[in-house]
């Protein structure tokens, strides 16, 4: 059975075997706040949810994501940066910023399992936004992106900046070796770029979330 955020901070507390209150001085929080991230009534913040995973002996990729291994262990992990940057699936987002939000562990044995990259350090993660590469990619799942690949080099999901713009779109070559620039979402039109226009590849997207490797 699937499990959202609540489920695993539930399961979290539970299985911890601490009082909220004790959480709650672990995280710095109050008590009534642990019991309404519990259950459900608010959600925590990115480095609350950090805080609690490690007050409860959680992994942070179990904690955010529901994958991996669910407790905490030091061994074999990749700490991955989540850049403060939305990859438009949809109208395009001008700037393009590089700075590291936070971090989320992984363990490199899953990595290796489920993600086909090229370097663990060529890994990063953004956000989505838009619903134009639904419903294969929806607005706000976070994309793990291997920016070790900044060329179209079959058809696949890339992070690109078109004329100055940063999308998530399928890019696909044409037999005249042009690129198409194509939404999922059929609503939406999609585009041979011309030779004039500006084309850097960021990197190609190699797993997302809800949890689907491409």
């Known amino acids: 059975m699937k499990q959202d955020l609540t489920d695993r901070i539930r399961i979290a507390i539970d299985e911890s075997g601490k009082s909220m209150s004790a959480i709650a001085r672990e995280m710095g929080v109050t008590p009534q706040a642990v019991r309404a991230y519990r259950e459900g009534i608010s959600s925590p913040s990115m480095d609350r949810l950090d805080a609690l995973a490690k007050a409860t002996g959680k992994s942070s990729e179990w904690m955010h994501l529901g994958i991996g291994e669910k407790e905490d262990k030091k061994d074999g ?60 990619i929806s607005s706000g799942d976070l994309l793990l992106i291997d920016h070790g690949i900044n060329e179209v080099l079959y058809d696949s999901i890339y992070v690109a900046m078109v004329n100055g713009e940063v999308y998530v779109k399928r890019f696909q070559k044409t037999p005249s070796r042009t690129l198409l620039m194509i939404s999922d979402n059929k609503k939406y039109q999609s585009f041979e770029l011309k030779p004039e226009d500006e084309i850097r590849i960021i990197g190609r997207v190699v797993y997302y979330w809800t949890g689907g490797t491409l």
């Open 77 to 136: 992990i990749v700490s991955v940066p989540l850049l403060e940057v939305r990859a438009s699936a949809g109208t395009g987002y001008i700037n393009f910023s590089e700075q590291v939000v936070r971090r989320i562990d992984f363990f490199e044995d899953w990595l290796k399992r489920n993600v086909r990259y090229t370097n663990r350090g060529n890994l990063d993660m953004i956000t989505a936004s838009g619903d134009s590469m639904e419903p294969t």
